[in-house]
């Protein structure tokens, strides 16, 4: 059935949210026999998804989830007149009303089977009547790609394909874009008739000085630019997805990883993002979370001619549940508020964490190994459970690669932990003071390594700047090389009380060929610059230069031992690599001159 199909037989939409079910079954001599005993179950002898399989299973939950399907449309799709009105009447609840906060959803297929006169036969034409979704269609497809590559064989290719395939929409939650393909790729949806949001973050700045801005280049393609009062940090997108039924998530395309869509991104940077088709729930889940953030927006005020619009409104229960599928949002940490001068906004949960929660339970169950890929480790619950489990367990494999940037020294150290002690002294019992203490801004590699954890760092100069940085950007973990959790998400605080992000779970064997290629690229990264001996090279070149030594080299994944001996080998050499104009402004200084 093709998806103008699929609007037509949902234009009840509208009516369906207010129908009155003020017939029971047992009311209505008209019915006809049923097929199905009263109690007569489809499932003696076998588990639902043996008989149905998993996709079946799915399809039918978010076929009589959807607020838009009434008997009538049951009915028409093949259901029987008694399991379709039971069905829809059970549904409805005790106000017999869809489109209610008394709407029961079906949060497994027993319970569909637990329905008067729904048994062998109602639950086969069920079957029947999602047919289309699960033949010969994909099934949850995914795989990962991982930078840096050619930039035309990078995530951003396979972007801009999905964008040039959009027919009906795209939603897109993005806390950078620049590529002009990308936003070219994004204009011509428009051009073709597809509606286009997004949520940027850049147009929370853009907003106070909209003309020639990013966001104003984007409204002028017709695509609809709104705002958060946070951070909106998130890196995803679904193209043609569930905006007006739920079984539109079937054949959606979605895409969510670290990497922003930028050339940096794409070709400099350590960042993954992975593509998913014919994953529904994964694809409502994510829908829902771009509705709730989308409808708690502001306006760029830019393009009068874009109108706002919501989607079908998803609700938790409405998602079919699955045991191998996990998706953590820090948008659980706010609240939402709403101000007559500011408008619509989200209010950090005090205390709340989710995501770290959530990850400390990972580290607490492995079993062999923890390997994390992050440029940031700044998260007092994370580092202290790896603590933890290396303590408990030194035999556990416990490998962390971080970006230089998280490099410190002793002194540094030292006076970082000094500094957070006098913090807690001065708080004294109040509880705010005493979190905000010991939650911002400090950097936990020298505790992890003084503690003999593993850690190396991705070293490509001698001081950062975002100019010339080759940065380590992923934000993954992968536990007992099962177990990937991966997304937009940073190991800080920061992540988890004033920005949105999202870490998916992926598990084998669910998701085996995403798991593996989380476990090479791992494995890849650990040993930057190894094969071709750069260290030795690295130090051999500063300690043999006659005239200049560069300051910024080929990635090499370092030990703080090793990062510390390339730093004092360049200091020895060339002292001005302390003075104030170095450190004022690297982006000038890239080469040093040997004295």
């Known amino acids: 059935m093709m998806w103008e199909e699929v609007r037509l037989k949902y234009v009840v939409v509208a009516a369906a949210a207010g129908l009155l079910f003020a017939c029971s079954d047992a009311g209505d001599e008209h019915l006809e026999d049923s097929p199905d005993g009263e109690e007569e179950t489809a499932f003696v002898g076998g588990k639902a998804d043996d008989l149905f399989g998993e996709c079946h299973v799915e399809h039918i939950l978010m076929l009589l989830n959807d607020p838009s399907i009434d008997d009538e449309i049951l009915i028409r799709d093949g259901v029987h007149t008694r399991a379709a009105r039971n069905l829809v009447d059970h549904r409805a609840g005790e106000d017999e009303t869809l489109g209610t906060d008394e709407d029961r959803y079906f949060r497994a297929i027993e319970e569909v089977d637990d329905v008067y006169f729904v048994g062998p036969v109602a639950m086969e034409q069920l079957s029947n009547a999602v047919d289309e979704y699960c033949e010969d269609q994909p099934w949850r497809e995914a795989d990962s790609i991982f930078s840096p590559r050619a930039y035309h064989d990078s995530h951003i290719d396979r972007v801009v394909e999905k964008f040039e395939s959009a027919q009906r929409s795209i939603d897109i939650a993005m806390y950078s874009i620049s590529d002009q393909r990308a936003i070219s790729a994004l204009g011509d949806a428009v051009s073709r008739g597809v509606t286009v949001r997004m949520l940027y973050d850049g147009a929370n700045g853009d907003h106070l000085d909209t003309p020639g801005s990013r966001s104003a280049q984007l409204e002028e393609l017709g695509i609809d630019v709104r705002y958060i009062n946070r951070i909106m940090h998130h890196k995803f997108a679904i193209i043609d997805g569930p905006q007006d039924a739920l079984l539109q998530a079937s054949q959606a395309r979605f895409f969510s990883g670290s990497g922003n869509l930028s050339y940096g991104a794409a070709t400099r940077y350590d960042e993954n993002t992975t593509f998913h088709r014919g994953d529904p729930a994964l694809v409502l889940t994510m829908q829902r979370e771009f509705n709730h953030l989308w409808r708690h927006s502001r306006d760029l005020e830019w393009n009068e001619e874009l109108e706002y619009f919501e989607t079908l409104p998803i609700s938790s229960e409405m998602i079919p549940p699955r045991d191998d599928l996990e998706v953590l949002l820090t948008s659980k940490n706010f609240e939402t508020t709403y101000s007559s001068r500011w408008g619509a906004g989200f209010r950090p949960i005090a205390f709340s964490e989710v995501v770290a929660t959530r990850l400390v339970e990972l580290i607490d169950n492995a079993n062999a190994s923890i390997y994390i890929a992050a440029g940031f480790l700044r998260s007092r619950p994370v580092s202290e459970a790896l603590m933890r489990r290396w303590s408990e367990d030194p035999e556990l494999d416990v490998r962390i690669y971080l970006d230089q940037s998280?490099?410190?020294?002793?002194?540094?150290?030292?006076?970082?932990?000094?500094?957070?002690?006098?913090?807690?002294?001065?708080?004294?019992?109040?509880?705010?003071?005493?979190?905000?203490?010991?939650?911002?801004?400090?950097?936990?590699?020298?505790?992890?390594?003084?503690?003999?954890?593993?850690?190396?760092?991705?070293?490509?100069?001698?001081?950062?700047?975002?100019s010339y940085a080759l940065q380590m950007h992923h934000k993954y973990m992968i536990v007992d090389r099962n177990t990937v959790a991966t997304g937009s998400y940073n190991y800080s605080n920061n992540a988890e009380q004033n920005t949105m992000e999202n870490v998916i779970v992926y598990r084998s064997p669910h998701y085996a060929e995403v798991v593996d290629g989380f476990v090479e690229n791992f494995e890849s990264i650990w040993e930057t610059g190894h094969?071709?001996?750069?260290?030795?090279?690295?130090?051999?070149?500063?300690?043999?230069?006659?005239?200049?030594?560069?300051?910024?080299?080929?990635?090499?994944?370092?030990?703080?031992?090793?990062?510390?001996?390339?730093?004092?080998?360049?200091?020895?050499?060339?002292?001005?690599?302390?003075?104030?104009?170095?450190?004022?402004?690297?982006?000038n200084h890239r080469s040093c001159e040997v004295r």
């Open 406 to 466: 998280e490099y410190i020294s002793r002194w540094y150290n030292n006076s970082q932990t000094a500094e957070r002690e006098d913090c807690i002294d001065d708080a004294g019992d109040d509880e705010s003071e005493l979190y905000d203490c010991r939650e911002r801004g400090f950097i936990f590699s020298y505790e992890l390594l003084d503690r003999g954890i593993p850690v190396r760092f991705k070293n490509y100069s001698f001081r950062w700047h975002y």
């Open 531 to 587: 094969e071709e001996d750069r260290f030795d090279s690295l130090i051999e070149e500063i300690e043999g230069s006659e005239e200049e030594i560069d300051l910024i080299f080929e990635p090499i994944a370092l030990t703080w031992e090793q990062v510390t001996q390339v730093r004092s080998a360049i200091r020895d050499r060339c002292p001005d690599v302390d003075s104030e104009p170095y450190r004022r402004y690297p982006e």
